[in-house]
């Protein structure tokens, strides 16, 4: 059975309650926003890029504790990062929330979210930030919405 | 502003207890063996009535025995389960006219649900009556599917949609609504009662504004049927809605109830098989009322079930059933307001079966995870009613709808759930 304290782990309530880099970036080189109308979670991600690099990066917005400290923990991962490391890293991300991957390979304090994937119903939650963060990446103006991307996430549900 | 709304409601409907235990809850509990189980390790209480209602034995039976005894078409064969089949299927139709108070059996479609009733009034009102410029009102509380209908018919052919404001305890603000009605208004749509609020909006007089313009009211009953009785004729509106599904029947099916001039004004909503009276290239001419409305083999087998859940809640009776659902309400109320952070959205006079809420600090998404877990069944998001979530200025709530199967110790057990998320993440 799953368990909520596999869900709701100390990190995640931290962050939850106490996002880090919850703010606007005014020079942003890049914005995206992200959109759960099942739930009603919004967010929009802010970058700043440096060449290929991910100089800063930041959100504002409402959402449940995963998605908020799923967004908070990105924010704080990503953060120096260059965009082929943030896009593997999502990649390796996905797989451990759907269930395709495994703890603790090169994730860091992501791993903390390993417990989502026994709710299939929260997987969304926890993958907003990160389709978002595909968005500003690719530099695609229209907000991300949870229903019509992943077809994945929509199994998993 | 809130507590006070709260302690009126709570004033006004103190649970008379003796009438309640008039009704035996546990008997009825066992026409529902979906009910008799765990969920997480913990028995069920199922709170998610609004989005979709168990269903007694009884209703399982018939549909069971339809496909085990009498399954074939309708309206087509010469042959014997044909015959049986189209006479069950009509039966449930009579059963319907009855339950709504319909003069008429013909004034009785059967569709898929609320749903699609409400797209073919839409459509076909849209497509005969509606010219660019004419006015559609609704209310700030309808559900999704009595808004995009009219937004298409915006879009497509120019109509003006007019949505009725609401005040803070979720109750239509009358001046505001019938300033609404005037010499363009063609139309008005609204919810019987609320998926989200639980308000029971004041149809008879909604109704009679309406007919001094002359206006039709049309009626999405989704939520009302299985909690109220319905008296078409006495409501006197023109279009009246309700699904199957939420009314303790199978899914997939629902009926419409329209008065017969206005059935006959309309053109068809859908072409096919048993629409039709005859057909040739060049002309084709309709079946008459309701068949003109129902295209297509229709799900038999979930009407039948219909017709025996309208037998079981008739048996039950809207009466004791309401008494006994409205000391709940009042009770679930009072109960989770004690909680320090909640608040309840949806604090209407008159009320039906649905508590929504919101709690500081914690998001509706994660109260419902962690009720779940607790073996609590409810339902979080926008509830189809983003509008609505805009007006009350939140991303979603939590909502626990109640049926007649519910108890005060499952109310007990939604409230010491409601804590251990507040513990867990408050």
């Known amino acids: 059975m799953a368990d909520l304290s596999g869900l709701y782990q100390e990190v995640i309530l931290d962050h939850s309650k106490r996002p880090r880099n919850f703010r606007v970036i005014d020079d942003a080189t890049a914005r995206a926003e992200g959109y759960n109308p099942l739930c009603g979670d919004r967010l929009t991600l802010y970058l700043r890029l440096e060449g290929d690099r991910i100089s800063d990066i930041a959100f504002k917005g409402s959402g449940c504790a995963i998605s908020t400290a799923s967004a908070s923990i990105l924010t704080e991962t990503l953060k120096g990062k260059t965009r082929a490391e943030a896009e593997k890293l999502f990649q390796t991300f996905h797989d451990l929330l759907t269930g395709h991957g495994s703890a603790g390979t090169n994730l860091g304090k992501l791993a903390v979210f390993s417990g989502v994937s026994e709710f299939p119903a929260r997987v969304k939650c926890a993958t907003l930030s990160w389709h978002t963060l595909k968005s500003a990446l690719t530099g695609d103006a229209a907000p991300v919405t949870t229903e019509s991307q992943d077809p994945e996430d929509q199994a998993a549900r | ?426």
């Open chain 2, 1 to 426: 502003m809130a507590t006070a709304v709260t302690q009126e409601v709570l004033g006004r409907v103190e649970p008379p207890v003796r009438d309640a235990q008039a009704f035996d809850v546990e008997r009825v509990r066992r026409d529902f063996p979906i009910l008799q189980q765990q969920v997480h390790g913990k028995p069920l209480v199922y709170l998610d009535n609004a989005a979709t209602s168990q269903k007694p034995l009884a209703v399982i039976d018939a549909e069971r025995d339809f496909y085990l005894r009498d399954c074939a078409n309708i309206h087509r064969g010469v042959h014997e389960l044909s015959e049986r089949a189209t006479h069950q299927y009509e039966e449930v139709r009579r059963k319907v006219q009855r339950l709504l108070n319909a003069r008429e059996a013909h004034e009785i479609v059967f569709l898929r649900g609320t749903t699609e009733a409400l797209n073919l009034v839409a459509n076909t009102f849209g497509r005969k009556v509606l010219k660019p410029g004419d006015e559609v009102v609704i209310t700030a509380m309808e559900h999704h599917s009595n808004i995009v209908p009219w937004q298409i018919l915006r879009d497509e052919n120019g109509i003006v949609l007019k949505v009725a404001p609401i005040n803070d305890a979720g109750e239509l603000i009358w001046e505001e609504y019938e300033k609404l009605l005037g010499p363009r208004t063609r139309l008005v749509a609204v919810a019987h009662v609320s998926n989200v609020l639980g308000t029971i909006n004041p149809l008879k007089r909604i109704a009679q504004a309406a007919h001094v313009w002359n206006i039709p009211v049309l009626v999405d009953g989704a939520q009302a049927a299985p909690h109220l009785p319905v008296d078409v004729q006495d409501l006197d509106c023109d279009f009246y809605t309700f699904s199957s599904h939420k009314i303790f029947g199978p899914t997939g099916v629902g009926a419409l109830y329209g008065r017969t001039r206005w059935l006959e004004a309309l053109p068809p909503y859908q072409g096919g098989g048993d629409m039709i009276r005859s057909v040739s290239f060049e002309k084709t001419i309709y079946n008459a009322l309701p068949y003109k409305f129902e295209a297509g083999t229709p799900n038999i087998g979930a009407t039948i079930g219909l017709g025996a859940a309208i037998d079981y809640v008739t048996a039950l009776g809207y009466e004791s059933m309401g008494r006994y659902e409205h000391d709940l309400l009042a009770y679930g109320t009072k109960r989770l307001t004690e909680i320090p952070g909640l608040r309840i959205i949806g604090m209407a006079h008159e009320k039906a079966s649905v508590i929504s809420f919101v709690m500081e600090g914690i998001h509706p998404h994660d109260i419902g995870t962690i009720l779940d877990h607790e073996g609590v069944a409810i339902r979080t998001g926008h509830h189809c009613a983003e509008p609505l979530m805009h007006r009350f200025g939140v991303p979603a709530t939590a909502r626990a709808s109640l049926a007649f199967y519910n108890t005060r110790d499952e109310i007990e057990r939604l409230v010491a759930a409601v804590k251990k998320a507040k513990e867990l993440l408050g």
